[in-house]
């Protein structure tokens, strides 16, 4: 008892009476349900042009939380859609950002990272300036229709990413 005197005498009480967890770093992550929007609206808004992709979304990590393969997509669609994610997530920019700068300032080393895909169709997810995920198209010929799809699909849970 004299030692939580003590405490609040310092302001240390209110800390240690709150529960462990309450005293954790928080943040947001990628639901199911909101990957699974994601990638069905961004795989429907291309199939409703024509073209046959496949969409990745990944968390925080790099995880994949959902990977769909459209009706006839080629089989190469789904590992490009993958890593056009992870660029997207890895730095924080759309991954045909990544390639223009590629393009005038080649990184070195950066594209040897496993699974970095300098090519147009990668999204970042964000809550504010927090990344929580990254969506990647694949399949529709040029990659600016790959990520105005993917763009499609983040539209799509725009409210919920606030």
């Known amino acids: 008892m004299k030692l939580l005197k003590v405490l609040a005498g310092i302001g ?6 709150k ?9 947001k992550d ?12 961004a795989g429907e808004t291309c199939k409703s042009q024509g073209y046959r992709v496949s969409v990745a979304v990944v968390g925080r990590t790099g995880e994949i939380i959902v990977h769909l393969r459209g009706d006839d997509a080629s089989p190469h669609t789904i590992e ?5 994610a992870f660029t997207a997530r890895t730095f924080r920019i759309s991954s045909g ?8 300032a080649p990184p ?3 594209l040897w990272l496993t699974g970095i895909s300098a090519n147009p169709g990668g999204l970042p997810i964000k809550i504010g ?10 399949g529709a010929p040029g990659g600016d229709k790959d990520e105005a799809c993917a763009k499609a699909g983040l539209d799509k849970v725009a409210d919920q990413l606030k």
């Not at 990628?30 to 699974?36: F, G, Q, V, Y």
């Not at 950002?97 to 005038?104: N, S």
């Not at 300036?129 to 694949?138: C, K, L, M, P, Q």
């Open 80 to 84: 490009n859609s993958q890593r056009k």
């Open 129 to 138: 300036d927090e990344v929580i995920g990254a969506v990647g198209v694949s």
């Open 30 to 41: 990628l639901s199911l349900a909101t990957a699974l929007t994601i990638a069905t609206t």
């Open 97 to 104: 950002e990544f390639a223009q700068r590629v393009k005038d």
């Open 12 to 17: 240390l009480a209110a800390v240690i009476a």
């Open 108 to 110: 070195g080393a950066a």
């Open 19 to 27: 529960p462990a967890s309450a005293q954790l770093l928080n943040h």
